[in-house]
T-cell receptor
Framework: DSGVTQTPKHLITATGQRVTLRCSPR?????VYWYQQSLDQGLQFLIQ???????AKGNILERFSAQQFPDLHSELNLSSLELGDSALYFC????????????FGQGTRLTVV | AQTVTQSQPEMSVQEAETVTLSCTYD???????LFWYKQPPSRQMILVIR??????QNATENRFSVNFQKAAKSFSLKISDSQLGDAAMYFC???????????FGKGTRLHILP
C-alpha cells in the first residue's frame, strides 16, 4: 500500500458527462500528480500541484481541470467526456518537488460509454 | 523532447531463471533520474529501482539490478531468480532533475513460466 488513496476505483459514465476523481496523498506529501494511462498513449503526465498551486502542466486537455485543496487532497475534473477519455487515471504524491520519487495510488478506471 | 523506448512489448522467462528488460532513452540533459516501475494485475504502480545519472554505480535492489550505460543512453533491468510474483508490466521511466514530470516508456509485459 503506497498510502495514496484514489476514489472511486471504477467509474462508468456516458459521453458528454462530467466526472470528478479524487486523490488523497500520503500523509505529509505536498505534491500531487495526475497521470492518464490509455492503451494507445501509454502513461502520460497530466498536471502537478504543489501545496495548492499548479506547478507543471503536461498533455492535459482543456476539458480537464484539477485543483489541490488546503487539506492537500486533489480532484481531477473531466468534462464533456468522449469515448477516447476511457483510461486509467493515476494520482501520485511526493514529499516535495524536484526529487522525482513519486508514490502512486491504485488508479481510477474510467469507462465512457 | 525526452523519450523512453522499450523495444520488447512482451517477454517470458522460466521461474528461477534470469531475464533482462531493455530500455533506451533520449535526452540532452546530463542530470536526471531513471526508474523501473512494476504494474501487476492489481494495476498499482510500484517503484522497483531508481538510478541517478551522475552515479556511476549501477543500482541494485535485492534480485533487481540495472545496467546503466549513460553514453549509450541505455538502462536495462535484470531480474534474477525470477518468481511468479514478478509477472507484471514493467515500465522504464525518466525524469530530469528538478522537473517532477516522469516520462514513461510503453512497457514490457513479463510472463513467468512455472
Amino acid at each position: 500500500d503506497s498510502g495514496v488513496t484514489q476514489t472511486p476505483k471504477h467509474l462508468i459514465t456516458a459521453t458528454g458527462q462530467r466526472v470528478t476523481l479524487r486523490c488523497s496523498p500520503r500523509s505529509g506529501d505536498l505534491s500531487v500528480y495526475w497521470y492518464q494511462q490509455s492503451l494507445d498513449q501509454g502513461l502520460q503526465f497530466l498536471i502537478q500541484y504543489y501545496n495548492g498551486e499548479e506547478r507543471a502542466k503536461g498533455n492535459i486537455l482543456e476539458r480537464f481541470s484539477a485543483q489541490q485543496f488546503p487539506d492537500l487532497h486533489s480532484e481531477l475534473n473531466l468534462s464533456s467526456l468522449e469515448l477516447g477519455d476511457s483510461a486509467l487515471y493515476f494520482c501520485a504524491s511526493s514529499a516535495m518537488t524536484g526529487i522525482a520519487e513519486a508514490f502512486f495510488g491504485q488508479g481510477t478506471r474510467l469507462t465512457v460509454v | 523532447a525526452q523519450t523512453v523506448t522499450q523495444s520488447q512489448p512482451e517477454m517470458s522467462v522460466q521461474e528461477a531463471e534470469t531475464v533482462t528488460l531493455s530500455c533506451t532513452y533520449d535526452t540532452s540533459e546530463s542530470d536526471y533520474y531513471l526508474f523501473w516501475y512494476k504494474q501487476p494485475p492489481s494495476r498499482q504502480m510500484i517503484l522497483v529501482i531508481r538510478q541517478e545519472a551522475y552515479k556511476q554505480q549501477n543500482a541494485t535492489e535485492n534480485r533487481f539490478s540495472v545496467n546503466f550505460q549513460k553514453a549509450a543512453k541505455s538502462f536495462s533491468l535484470k531480474i534474477s531468480d525470477s518468481q511468479l510474483g514478478d509477472a507484471a508490466m514493467y515500465f522504464c521511466a525518466y525524469s530530469k532533475r528538478g522537473d517532477d514530470k516522469i516520462i514513461f516508456g510503453k512497457g514490457t509485459r513479463l510472463h513467468i513460466l512455472p
